[in-house]
């Protein structure tokens, strides 16, 4: 910290960038500068004063701060970063006065005090320097109970240079659809009610600086880490500042209380475009925040059965299914819903976690025993969360459900109120009884319906409940699915250690999907399945060289019956597992970056590896382009003055419409990196629904 005359100011900064903060006097610290980093020796006296700004007529006298929490006392004329109730109801408008700073060199907290309403405000922002990610984090404290019914994270203000923002929407099946709105006066909202992420909601935004794309200029990012519900709000002032607020969603916390907490705010500064902000999110989460149960064994190949069989469970059936996953090259079989209590279809059990004695007479031990003989671990499905109104746990609790007893069910069930002792002891006991039981590696995770009502306490005891069990067995892996990708978000994979991205297996769903989740996640963690040859959600038929590489593309698995598969298909389903066994040992630690596709039917990724030496590039093509000929393709993040020797890997796929010559097509190309971005490869004509395969090494 620096102090001069009546100026506070902070600065954390790593390399490349450099965070400042400054407050007058006792006032609450505003963020006046976010961005590359500023030379050494930085007057800070005239920075603070070059960020000063005038007074016009209309205005008030002084221009109210836009601080870490803008205060309504001050004539804000924006959101505030709290709304406050006492135990009366009556609003409380606090007045925060600094107390103290504690500093680090890559750390800062900040305390502040509002003695009139016995309330004290704590913000904490870290830097990290691996990845260029800065954590922020609000708290508040009270000597009296009082009703939150907003805290904000600490408050960033929004770039001025920028036209628009880019913020995420979805469905089921549908899930990490973009939404591209300008910046005007007034607010853009995201306020989710659901109690989870949701594919309706993922907690992330993106606002690129004018002239950024994939690949160049620059652009911010935040992600909320927080698996309820959560409050997005971005919002141009009438003078024309901006501010970004992150908090739990609105009202969500429903008991008053003397201490509370926003979740991490994660946020980042990019001077190499959007992607510059995916490479510091995919690798903070992969390298600060998983924890995987084995760092260093290598992702395997999943199978799961649920397409396959769904809940027709047959010791038969699925012995032969998981011969022939194995052959296949799967590592890890997973048994998915169907194997307790009297479950037949969707409308029954769940809460009743003992095996179902009609459909495994002897237990789960002879299957076991197979897979395991087949050389594959094996995991099992749980949605512990949710219970059906035909159980017998919902016959012998039924207050145990969190909402009204006349509620709308979804997918025929209800939740749980796992805020009560009772009921995190229950499923603990249940949970642990199956893990113990058995020898179990991998726990799918589900969680297939929205809260009937906006409860932040159930999430923060769905946290509490992972923390036992990961303490309780440390060696197994946790998914986090629920109906696909309705809960991923970096609070939940601080403790799972994969997510099943979306519930649809149709690879052009996957590509696009999988195109704008690697914004935020890794390879690691992001489940991809090989698919049924007609898609179960989408009902499209598709080539089996496009199913393989797009789930190649993630940490790869199979979702169909193998029986289906004719001689020529399991030959390419073999192959393209085969090479994603050999490159794993690199692709799990590569960073994805979009390309800037000149066509848009084609959806593309670059794959880096970490020291720069090789990557692989996927070219999907989605649909017929307009032109005749592939445009070329352009790539990013090589060594312009490095020569590649680049090879299409899978140019024995290219069609007898395809008559010409192109290079790739016959032999390998060594060019520069600098044509490889600028002017870009030419690839084969293909038809559409087709993908092409790009291997470069650095020479």
């Known amino acids: 910290m620096s102090t001069i005359t009546s100026i506070r100011c902070w600065t954390l900064q790593d390399q490349r960038q450099s965070l400042?903060?400054?407050?007058?006097?006792?006032?609450?610290?505003?963020?006046?500068?976010?961005?590359?980093?500023?030379?050494?020796?930085?007057?800070?006296?005239?920075?603070?004063?070059?960020?000063?700004?005038?007074?016009?007529?209309?205005?008030?006298?002084?221009?109210?701060?836009?601080?870490?929490?803008?205060?309504?006392?001050?004539?804000?004329?924006?959101?505030?970063?709290?709304?406050?109730?006492?135990?009366?109801?009556?609003?409380?408008?606090p007045r925060f006065a600094f107390d103290r700073a504690e500093e680090g060199d890559l750390s800062l907290i900040l305390h502040y005090h509002d003695a009139d309403n016995g309330l004290h405000y704590q913000a904490m922002f870290e830097l990290t320097p691996t990845t260029g990610m800065i954590r922020a984090q609000a708290s508040l404290a009270s000597e009296q109970p009082i009703s939150v019914n907003w805290l904000s994270a600490p408050v960033f203000p929004g770039p001025q240079n920028s036209h628009e923002m880019i913020d995420f929407h979805g469905r089921w099946i549908g899930e990490f659809q973009t939404s591209r709105t300008p910046w005007s006066a007034g607010a853009r909202?995201?306020?989710?009610?659901?109690?989870?992420?949701?594919?309706?909601?993922?907690?992330?935004?993106?606002?690129?600086?004018?002239?950024?794309?994939?690949?160049?200029?620059?652009?911010?990012?935040?992600?909320?880490?927080?698996?309820?519900?959560?409050?997005?709000?971005?919002?141009?002032?009438?003078?024309?500042?901006?501010?970004?607020?992150?908090?739990?969603?609105?009202?969500?916390?429903?008991?008053?209380?003397?201490?509370?907490?926003?979740?991490?705010?994660?946020?980042?500064?990019?001077?190499?475009?959007?992607?510059?902000?995916?490479?510091?999110?995919?690798?903070?989460?992969?390298?600060?925040?998983?924890?995987?149960?084995?760092?260093?064994?290598?992702?395997?190949?999943?199978?799961?059965?649920?397409?396959?069989?769904?809940?027709?469970?047959d010791h038969a059936t699925l012995c032969d299914i998981a011969s022939r996953a194995a052959a296949l090259g799967a590592e890890r079989f997973v048994l998915d819903d169907g194997w307790f209590g009297k479950r037949d279809d969707d409308t029954s059990s769940l809460g009743d976690w003992t095996i179902d004695a009609r459909k495994y007479p002897d237990g789960l031990m002879p299957l076991i025993n197979h897979i395991h003989a087949e050389g594959m671990t094996f995991g099992i499905w749980f949605e512990p969360e949710m219970i059906n109104p035909d159980s017998d746990l919902f016959h012998a609790h039924p207050d145990w459900v969190l909402g009204d007893p006349d509620q709308v069910l979804g997918r025929q069930q209800m939740v749980l109120n796992i805020a009560r002792p009772e009921v995190q002891a229950y499923l603990y006991e249940r949970i642990s009884a199956v893990l113990c039981d058995h020898p179990i590696d991998y726990v799918k995770w589900d969680h297939n319906r929205v809260l009937p009502e906006p409860d932040s306490a159930q999430a923060e005891a769905i946290y509490a409940l992972f923390d036992r069990l990961r303490a309780g067995f440390p060696l197994v892996e946790f998914e986090s699915c629920s109906s696909g990708g309705g809960r991923i978000d970096f609070g939940i994979l601080s403790r799972t250690h994969r997510v099943w991205l979306s519930d649809s297996n149709d690879p052009l769903e996957r590509l696009r999907i999988q195109h704008e989740a690697a914004l935020f996640l890794p390879m690691v963690v992001t489940g991809s399945h090989v698919g049924p040859r007609q898609c179960h959600t989408s009902g499209r038929l598709t080539d089996i060289r496009l199913r393989a590489w797009a789930a190649a593309q993630r940490h790869m698995g199979f979702e169909m019956d193998p029986r289906e598969l004719s001689v020529d298909e399991a030959e390419v389903l073999r192959d393209v597992t085969n090479w994603w066994k050999d490159n794993r040992h690199w692709t799990e630690r590569a960073d994805i970056l979009r390309l800037d596709s000149d066509d848009p039917a084609v959806i593309a990724e670059l794959q880096r590896a970490e020291d720069g030496s090789r990557f692989v590039a996927f070219a999907g093509l989605s649909e017929a382009s307009a032109q005749i000929l592939p445009r070329p393709l352009r790539f990013t993040g090589l060594d312009a003055d490095a020569t590649y020797d680049i090879r299409l890997l899978n140019r024995d796929d290219a069609p007898g419409l395809s008559r010409g010559s192109p290079l790739l097509k016959t032999e390998n190309a060594r060019l520069s990196g600098q044509y490889l971005m600028h002017q870009g490869i030419t690839l084969p004509w293909t038809f559409p629904q087709s993908i092409w395969v790009i291997e470069g090494t650095r020479l």
């Open 20 to 93: 400042i903060l400054a407050a007058h006097g006792t006032d609450l610290a505003e963020i006046i500068y976010w961005g590359p980093r500023l030379p050494d020796g930085t007057d800070l006296e005239m920075l603070v004063a070059a960020a000063r700004m005038d007074v016009t007529g209309g205005m008030l006298d002084a221009v109210p701060p836009l601080s870490i929490c803008p205060e309504a006392r001050r004539s804000f004329p924006g959101q505030p970063g709290l709304s406050l109730t006492d135990s009366t109801g009556n609003a409380l408008l």
């Open 189 to 313: 909202l995201r306020d989710n009610p659901t109690g989870r992420t949701g594919h309706e909601y993922f907690p992330g935004l993106i606002v690129p600086c004018t002239g950024a794309t994939n690949s160049q200029g620059s652009a911010y990012a935040f992600h909320y880490g927080w698996s309820g519900g959560h409050k997005m709000l971005a919002e141009e002032l009438p003078d024309g500042r901006r501010q970004i607020q992150w908090g739990h969603a609105t009202g969500s916390r429903r008991a008053p209380g003397i201490k509370f907490e926003t979740a991490p705010l994660y946020a980042v500064f990019s001077d190499q475009g959007i992607n510059g902000c995916a490479v510091a999110f995919q690798r903070h989460l992969r390298d600060e925040i998983l924890q995987p149960p084995a760092p260093t064994r290598p992702r395997p190949v999943h199978y799961n059965c649920w397409e396959a069989v769904y809940f027709d469970h």
